[in-house]
T-cell receptor, first 114, second 113 residues
Framework: AQSVAQPEDQVNVAEGNPLTVKCTYS??????LFWYVQYPNRGLQFLLK??????LVKGSYGFEAEFNKSQTSFHLKKPSALVSDSALYFC????????????FGAGTRLFVKA | DVKVTQSSRYLVKRTGEKVFLECVQD?????MFWYRQDPGLGLRLIYF???????EKGDIPEGYSVSREKKERFSLILESASTNQTSMYLC????????????FGPGTRLTVT
């Protein structure tokens, strides 16, 4: 069965510092991995995905994520946080062997302090 | 840009009422999804559909049904609303191949009293 874990309910970081939001996953086949962001009172927006290829994936708003197969992780990173990055971040996984079902993590709230 | 619209942003219904939540997407996506979002639980999949008239149960289908008569429209139905169905409901759509990420609507916050 597919599952996603986001071990931190909340991450606090100062503006200008690097940020990391953690995600680990479990899936039977090759994983399709995603990060989404939800700003207050808005729907979810797609940030980036890993399907195959380079383990470092770059996405919107300067975010990137690193796929680590041995650790079954897909952590979201940004070199320099902005106050406007404060939002709720969701990691998601889909089984790449043909199913359409996508499982989302519980979400991590990021607070960036000025 | 992909656009996913939901019929209401806020909805208040009484216990026992039948509730319809409508979702429309304009990008000819094959797949459509209904989730509910609750604090601390993330998004939980209620139902999804990979083609017209096709539907699959997600993780929490009890108390819900869906309808997909046209490719662009996916409806969620609460047959007899209960207070534990008070939640944020999110609709999403995606392609089956290629750009497979999901595009979400703004959500419907449903309160059942």
């Amino acid at each position: 069965a597919q599952s996603v874990a986001q071990p931190e309910d909340q991450v606090n970081v100062a503006e200008g510092n690097p940020l990391t939001v953690k995600c680990t996953y479990s899936v039977s086949g090759n994983p399709y991995l995603f990060w989404y962001v939800q700003y207050p009172n808005r729907g979810l927006q797609f940030l980036l995905k890993y399907i195959t290829g380079d383990n470092l994936v770059k996405g919107s708003y300067g975010f990137e994520a690193e796929f680590n197969k041995s650790q079954t992780s897909f952590h979201l990173k940004k070199p320099s946080a902005l106050v406007s990055d404060s939002a709720l971040y969701f990691c998601a996984v889909r089984d790449g062997t043909g199913g359409f079902k996508t499982i989302f993590g519980a979400g991590t709230r990021l607070f960036v302090k000025a | 840009d992909v656009k996913v619209t939901q019929s209401s942003r806020y909805l208040v219904k009484r216990t026992g009422e039948k509730v319809f939540l409508e979702c429309v997407q304009d990008m000819d996506h094959e797949n459509m999804f209904w989730y509910r979002q609750d604090p601390g639980l993330g998004l939980r999949l209620i139902y999804f559909s990979y083609d017209v008239k096709m539907k699959e149960k997600g993780d929490i289908p009890e108390g819900y049904s869906v309808s997909r008569e046209k490719k662009e429209r996916f409806s969620l139905i609460l047959e007899s609303a209960s207070t534990n169905q008070t939640s944020m409901y999110l609709c999403a759509s995606s392609l089956s191949q290629g750009l497979i990420e999901q595009y979400f609507g703004p959500g419907t916050r449903l309160t059942v009293t």
